[in-house]
């Protein structure tokens, strides 16, 4: 019989090797896409801790899951430390297949088009809506309810910010999500089996996909949506703010030369100008005749 796994040892086993198999298939960017990607990454590992874990502390406390005896050796706000490692892990795991696959950031226009972005808000909130009021019906939608209500704000905001963008390119964070969604599915499940957490029938609907519970099956799924759609949006805002600075540059650019260009026009006049100004025409005085020689010109009587 096999003993059941730390959560440590979970890590170690499973997502750890998945880790640096992604890693070492990831591509190498350079220059400007190498340091946004990687800050990407550090922002979308940060919002997941501030995120997550005060929703992890509820549903823990609220008995949603609990761990086998000895598979935890330390906690920090009823939380795990095992959880708080599959914060950064999974993050990490969605962003190295999001670049694995390949996404273009560039701001294109249409991508602030409102329908995309108002139904995006739409589901989002009915998410959100729709988590609470399961809450409230029978104790078994507490998870499914709560991780509704948990996912739908985000979503909403996220598609309210770039969703033209997301609806416009969908291949690159899909496959982020599902990709390592399937895969920690069936860890999970394998988790499940050797013991090293348990999902509390009470408070999930008993529906379950070859012995995972779909509460499970959802939860992966959204928290790798949230991060496949905030590393893709958040080098998006980058190349959109980009390019509203270089257009405000041509601009002010444009502004200088037509201020350089009046400044130096000459003024049209339709006189010849001369050292002084406009010349005038000036009529020959004296003779017009041709004068002889010898010939006093202005003869004189006596």
Do not use: C
């Amino acid at each position: 019989m096999i003993p059941t796994p730390t959560y440590l040892q979970f890590h170690l086993v499973f997502t750890l090797p998945a880790l640096a198999a992604l890693w070492a298939t990831a591509p190498r960017y350079e220059g400007v896409r190498r340091r946004r990607a990687a800050a990407g990454i550090a922002v979308l590992v940060g919002i997941a801790y501030a995120y997550t874990t005060p929703w992890i502390a509820h549903m823990i406390r609220r008995g949603a899951w609990w761990y086998a005896d000895g598979a935890v050796l330390v906690r920090a706000l009823s939380v795990p430390l095992g959880e708080y490692l599959f914060f950064a892990i999974q993050t990490l795991l969605v962003a190295l297949a999001l670049h694995r696959v390949g996404f273009d950031p560039t701001f294109r226009e249409g991508d602030l088009d409102r329908r995309p972005r108002i139904a995006g808000v739409l589901v989002g909130l009915a998410a959100l809506v729709g988590g609470l009021w399961l809450v409230s019906l029978d104790p078994s939608f507490r998870y499914l309810g709560g991780l509704l209500a948990w996912v739908g704000p985000v979503l909403a905001l996220q598609w309210a910010v770039g969703g033209g963008y997301l609806a416009r390119a969908p291949r690159p964070w899909l496959a982020a999500t599902l990709g390592p969604a399937a895969y920690l599915w069936t860890v999970d499940r394998i988790a499940i089996g050797l013991g090293t957490w348990r999902v509390s029938a009470e408070f999930t609907t008993g529906v379950a996909v070859l012995g995972l519970p779909i509460e499970e099956m959802a939860f992966f799924v959204a928290a790798g949506l949230m991060a496949a759609n905030g590393l893709v949006l958040f080098e998006w805002v980058l190349d959109r703010n980009d390019r509203r600075g270089t257009i405000a540059a041509d601009r002010r650019g444009d502004a200088v030369d037509r201020t350089v260009t009046r400044a130096v026009t000459p003024v049209k006049s339709d006189e010849p100008i001369g050292p002084t100004g406009p010349t005038e025409s000036v009529e020959p005085v004296g003779p017009t005749e041709p004068i002889e020689p010898g010939v006093d010109p202005d003869p004189v009587d006596d």
